[in-house]
C-alpha cells in the first residue's frame, strides 16, 4: 500500500541548480498533480496531468517543467533554482478530479540558498 | 487570488464543537472539498459537498450553500488529535484539475 510516494524528502540547493522532484503512484490513477505550500499558505497548484502524454499548467508554473511518460511518474523539474523556490511541494494523485479526493504524498521539503 | 476565505486560527476545548467557516466566490464552482493537514505532514481528504446541504461523516460534518458562496466544517466531540490546519479547496472552472485551496484554518484543541 505505497500510494504515492515522493523522493527526495528534503533537498538545499543552490541558487542556479537544477534539480528533478520524483512522484510516483501505484494506484492506476489517471490524475496527477504538484502543488507548493508556502508557510503559513494554502496549496497552489504547479502543474497537473489528466493522463499519461497530457499536461496543463496550473496557477504558479513558471520556473517549473513536468512530463508524464508513465500513468505512474509525474516529475517535477527546476531550472535554475531561485530562493522564491523554497517551499514544501506536495505531489497527489486521484482517480478523477471532479468528485473524489486526492491522495498526497509526503512532501519534499525544498530549500534555495 | 482565488478569493477563498477562511479564519486563520481557532482554538477549542477538548469535547467541544468548533465550526470552520469557508466562503469562495461563486463563479465556476464545481465542488468544495475540506482537506486536514497535520503539522509536517500530507493533507489528507475529510469530505466533499457539490450539492447545497450537510454532509455528514462521523464526528466531522460539512454544509455547503452554493448560492452564498459559502461551506463550514463542524468538528464534534474535540479531541486533542484534531488539532491540525483545516483546509477549504473549491474546484473552480471548465478545466479539470483546477482545485484552489484557501490558506488553511489552525486548530487548537486544549485539554
Known amino acids: 500500500n505505497a500510494g504515492v510516494t515522493q523522493t527526495p524528502k528534503f533537498r538545499i540547493l543552490k541558487i542556479g541548480q537544477s534539480m528533478t522532484l520524483q512522484c510516483t503512484q501505484d494506484m492506476n490513477h489517471n490524475y496527477m498533480y504538484w502543488y507548493r505550500q508556502d508557510p503559513g499558505m494554502g496549496l497552489k497548484l504547479i502543474y497537473y496531468?489528466?493522463?499519461?502524454?497530457?499536461?496543463d499548467k496550473g496557477e504558479v508554473p513558471n520556473g517549473y517543467n513536468v512530463s508524464r511518460s508513465t500513468t505512474e511518474d509525474f516529475p517535477l523539474r527546476l531550472e535554475l533554482a531561485a530562493p522564491s523556490q523554497t517551499s514544501v511541494y506536495f505531489c497527489?494523485?486521484?482517480?478523477?478530479?471532479?468528485?473524489?479526493?486526492?491522495?498526497f504524498g509526503q512532501g519534499t521539503r525544498l530549500t534555495v540558498v | 487570488g482565488q478569493n477563498i476565505d477562511q479564519p486563520t486560527e481557532m482554538t477549542a476545548t477538548e469535547g467541544a464543537i468548533v465550526q470552520i467557516n469557508c466562503t469562495y466566490q461563486?463563479?465556476?464552482?464545481?465542488?468544495l472539498f475540506w482537506y486536514q493537514q497535520h503539522a509536517g505532514e500530507a493533507p489528507t481528504f475529510l469530505s466533499y459537498?457539490?450539492?447545497?446541504g450537510l454532509e455528514e461523516k462521523g464526528r466531522f460534518s460539512s454544509f455547503l450553500s452554493r448560492s452564498k458562496g459559502y461551506s463550514y466544517l463542524l468538528l464534534k466531540e474535540l479531541q486533542m488529535k484534531d488539532s491540525a490546519s483545516y483546509l477549504c479547496a473549491v474546484n473552480r472552472g471548465s478545466t479539470l484539475g483546477r482545485l484552489y485551496f484557501g490558506r488553511g484554518t489552525q486548530l487548537t484543541v486544549w485539554p
Open positions: 461563486t463563479s465556476g464552482f464545481n465542488g
Open positions: 497527489a494523485s486521484s482517480p478523477q478530479t471532479m468528485n473524489t479526493e486526492a491522495f
Open positions: 459537498n457539490v450539492l447545497d
Open positions: 496531468s489528466v493522463g499519461a502524454g497530457i499536461t
